[in-house]
T-cell receptor
Framework: SQQGEEDPQALSIQEGENATMNCSYK?????LQWYRQNSGRGLVHLIL?????REKHSGRLRVTLDTSKKSSSLLITASRAADTASYFC???????????FGKGTHLIIQP | GAVVSQHPSWVICKSGTSVKIECRSL??????MFWYRQFPKQSLMLMAT?????????EQGVEKDKFLINHASLTLSTLTVTSAHPEDSSFYIC?????????????FGPGTRLTVL
C-alpha cells in the first residue's frame, strides 16, 4: 500500500501568518484528501482534490496537486490559534478501500 | 448530517481482558466501515474493513483473531480487542462510508482511547 509523507513534521508560526504543508505519495491516485485532527480527537475532512484538478480552494484553505511529482500542498492563509492541530493527507478510499494516511504535520499557531 | 459516534470514548482495562468498541453511523446507513489505529504522535493505520453481513477484511499484520469485527447492521460495527495487552494501548478510530455514495469521503468517529494496564 502507498504511504504518504508529509513535511514538515511540525511547524510553529505566528497567528496571522500563512502555513504550508506538503504531502508526497508513491502510487497513482484518483484523488487526495486532507484531514485535520485536534489533539486526541477524531478527524475532520477538509478538502478533496481529484487527480484531474491542479488547485482547489475552500475558505482559507488552498490545496494544490501535482500528479507528475506525486505531491500535494495545503496552504492555510491568515492562520488562527484555532488552526492548531495535526494535518494529514490521505489517498485511496475508492470503492470499499480504506484510506492510507501520511505521517502528518503538527501545526502550532502561536497567538 | 453524516455523524459517526463511538462508544466508549475511553477505556482502561487490565491485561488479558477483552474490550468492545462500538462505531455507529447516526443518520445514514453504511455498508462499509473502517477501523484505524493511531499510536501516540503517529499517523492513522488502517486495520480492517468491516462489511455489513460478511467477514471483515484485515490489513496485513493485523491479527483477525485478536481484533474481532462484527458488522451486524447497516449502522453498527463493533471491534473487540481480545486478551488485550499493554501494546494494544492506542487510539482506535472508525469511519463509515454512506451506502451508495460515489464520493470517496469517509466520515470519522471521535475515536476511542484504549489503555491496557
Amino acid at each position: 500500500s502507498q504511504q504518504g509523507e508529509e513535511d514538515p513534521q511540525a511547524l510553529s508560526i505566528q497567528e496571522g501568518e500563512n502555513a504550508t504543508m506538503n504531502c508526497s505519495y508513491k502510487t497513482s491516485i484518483n484523488n487526495l484528501q486532507w484531514y485535520r485532527q485536534n489533539s486526541g480527537r477524531g478527524l475532520v475532512h477538509l478538502i478533496l482534490i481529484r487527480s484531474n484538478e491542479r488547485e482547489k480552494h475552500s475558505g482559507r484553505l488552498r490545496v494544490t496537486l501535482d500528479t507528475s511529482k506525486k505531491s500535494s500542498s495545503l496552504l492555510i492563509t491568515a492562520s488562527r490559534a484555532a488552526d492548531t492541530a495535526s494535518y494529514f493527507c490521505a489517498t485511496g478510499g475508492g470503492g470499499a478501500d480504506g484510506l492510507t494516511f501520511g505521517k502528518g504535520t503538527h501545526l502550532i499557531i502561536q497567538p | 448530517g453524516a455523524v459517526v459516534s463511538q462508544h466508549p470514548s475511553w477505556v482502561i482495562c487490565k491485561s488479558g481482558t477483552s474490550v468492545k468498541i462500538e462505531c455507529r453511523s447516526l443518520d445514514f446507513q453504511a455498508t462499509t466501515m473502517f477501523w484505524y489505529r493511531q499510536f501516540p504522535k503517529q499517523s492513522l493505520m488502517l486495520m480492517a474493513t468491516s462489511n455489513e453481513g460478511s467477514k471483515a477484511t484485515y490489513e496485513q499484520g493485523v491479527e483477525k483473531d485478536k481484533f474481532l469485527i462484527n458488522h451486524a447492521s447497516l449502522t453498527l460495527s463493533t471491534l473487540t480487542v481480545t486478551s488485550a495487552h499493554p501494546e494494544d494501548s492506542s487510539f482506535y478510530i472508525c469511519s463509515a462510508r454512506p451506502t451508495g455514495s460515489s464520493y470517496n469521503e469517509q466520515f470519522f468517529g471521535p475515536g476511542t482511547r484504549l489503555t491496557v494496564l
